[in-house]
């Protein structure tokens, strides 16, 4: 049980991570301070070469349940905000600041979660918790990682925790997610004398207008797979007076079960034939988009970056063990799904573990101005944690 201290601990530990900055790619500082505060807990904790945190409480013979939160955020840019956006500070029984809701709120609740349960000494198995990083830019890889090192110690998580907002409802599946980038060709030549050039940008309407009129499929539970054109590059750069002979295109993709890269530029490289089939001065390359992961030794991992869609039935049984514990604790949950891409794509979608979201906070409070988490829903996520780790753990 959750006393009045922890109570208290949960809300000055979501404050503390809050006061410590952490924008995606340099989280290495939050990284060892959780280190340090597991430790405190009964963890045992280390920080990876990703500077990723992992914890883990050995409870005895039993099976292992993994919480995971990430510890990067998006940045903040003070002047837009009213309240400092690394301040932690409580106006109107909320805590402002960014990573309240997204999502180092679920993370501080994890924690004093495991805190209780060790001792409680009334579970047996292990919890581990993972404060990701990179989260932000490449969902599920340093999930992964930590999977990985967590093998090579003989620990393979039963069930999976992801502790995105939900607004303490269960969710069992999302889409996946990838970008597409399309370089479309053209000629250069001067802009008083068009006809002697191709125009990539005119070429690159075409692509444009030929998907849009694409039709796409759309699952009963997941919703619709989604092709948005989310940017226009053209050159040269800076426009002067030539025909750009060059343009690119990029799309995000929200993706369906069973979609994958081959299948993905399949669709791209499918509307390009079509367009060449009315326009044979027509070409382009496609690529899915990438980035780079630096770990804290200077090494660039390069990452294409396309986490998976994953879902589970509603009637699983760890989903209803879960739901019938937080409904025994006066939660009411509903069973729904993430709008937005999570580390799921990982546990759930690549390592295939019963995987569950819960967490405190609405999903469109991410990367808002003011991102605020309300006190008793960070109280009610940590008794929640409680509540689904026991049952899964046969409490």
């Not at 794509?345 to 569950?356: E, Q, R």
Request: proline content about 6%; hydrophobic content about 40%; overall charge negative.
């Amino acid at each position: 049980m959750m006393t009045e201290s922890d109570m208290r601990e949960v809300v000055q530990l979501l404050q503390s991570l809050i006061q410590i900055p952490s924008i995606t790619g340099h989280e290495q500082q939050i990284a060892h301070y959780l280190k340090d505060y597991l430790e405190s807990c009964g963890f045992k904790s280390r920080v990876n070469t990703y500077n990723t945190v992992i914890g883990v409480l050995d409870l005895g013979e039993g099976p292992t349940v993994l919480l995971d939160g990430h510890i990067d955020t998006v940045p903040a840019n003070p002047e837009e905000w009213s309240h400092p956006p690394h301040g932690g500070l409580i106006d109107h029984d909320c805590i402002y600041g960014r990573g309240a809701s997204d999502m180092k709120g679920a993370l501080a609740a994890m924690i004093i979660a495991g805190k209780c349960l060790a001792r409680e000494k009334k579970v047996k198995g292990k919890i581990v918790i993972t404060g990701t990083s990179w989260e932000e830019y490449f969902e599920g890889y340093t999930l992964g990682k930590a999977l990985d090192g967590l093998a090579q110690e003989g620990i393979k998580p039963d069930y999976v925790i992801i502790g995105e907002a939900s607004e303490l409802n269960l969710k069992r599946g999302q889409r996946g997610r990838t970008r597409v980038i399309v370089d479309v060709k053209g000629k250069a030549s001067h802009s008083a004398h068009p006809e002697s050039g191709i125009n990539a940008v005119y070429k690159a309407q075409r692509l444009i207008t030929a998907l849009q009129a694409c039709p796409l499929p759309e699952d009963p539970f997941l919703g619709k797979h989604i092709i948005e054109l989310i940017g226009i590059e053209s050159w040269p750069n800076p426009v002067d007076s030539v025909v750009p002979y060059h343009c690119r295109v990029t799309y995000d993709l929200r993706l369906l079960p069973g979609e994958s890269k081959a299948s993905v530029l399949q669709e791209f490289v499918a509307i390009i034939q079509q367009v060449q089939a009315t326009d044979p001065e027509f070409e382009a390359d496609v690529r899915l988009a990438g980035g780079e992961v630096m770990t804290h030794e200077g090494v660039a991992e390069w990452v294409e970056a396309l986490p998976p869609a994953w879902v589970f039935p509603a009637d699983a049984p760890f989903l209803q063990t879960a739901e019938q514990a937080l409904r025994a604790i006066g939660l009411t949950p509903a069973v729904t799904r993430y709008d937005f891409c999570t580390n799921g794509s990982y546990s759930a979608g690549i390592a295939h573990i019963p995987t569950l979201g819960f967490g405190p906070g609405k999903e469109t409070s991410a990367h808002t101005v003011d991102e605020s988490l309300a006190i008793d829903d960070l109280q009610q996520a940590c008794a929640g944690y409680i509540a689904i780790a026991r049952a899964l753990l046969g409490a």
